[in-house]
């Protein structure tokens, strides 16, 4: 199984971050199945030019998060996500990303009704016309 996540060697976040993220994303979105069998460490590993240790920390955590469920000897499978945890994935997602873009607006002197309509603006842009 190819896993559609990309890594920038270029970007300030750790790779295992950049992994995590994106793997958990794939989950909680429905992008990967429940019982969805992943890709051993290795292959991943190999698939994203990264340390075999790595994958074994994002497939840990994962499981620690109850994402992922691991059988010995068979591999690592996606764990049952229920619609409370996806809804709730989302919302931290846009928070945490809405957070970040409101803290470097201030930062760049911003006012609150400046960012509200760079907003406006993205979401015209992204889905037609829909407005706050």
């Keep these: ?17 950049q992994i995590k993220e994106q793997l958990r994303a794939l989950i909680v979105s429905g992008q990967l199945l429940e019982n969805s069998l992943l890709p051993s460490i290795r292959d991943l590993a190999q698939q994203l030019a990264c340390s075999v240790i790595t994958i074994k920390r994002v497939y840990q955590d994962l499981e620690n998060e109850g994402l992922l469920r691991t059988k010995q000897g ?59």
């Excluded at 190819?2 to 300030?12: E, L």
């Design 1 to 17: 199984m190819n896993i559609p996540i990309r890594v920038s060697t270029d970007s300030a976040e750790p790779l295992y971050h």
């Design 74 to 132: 068979t591999g690592s499978f996606v764990a049952a996500v229920g619609q409370i945890n996806r809804e709730q994935f989302k919302f931290d997602a846009v928070y945490k990303a809405m957070k970040e873009a409101v803290r470097q607006g201030h930062n760049v002197q911003c006012t609150s009704d400046e960012i509200r309509a760079i907003l406006e603006q993205i979401l015209n842009e992204s889905n037609g016309g829909a407005s706050l």
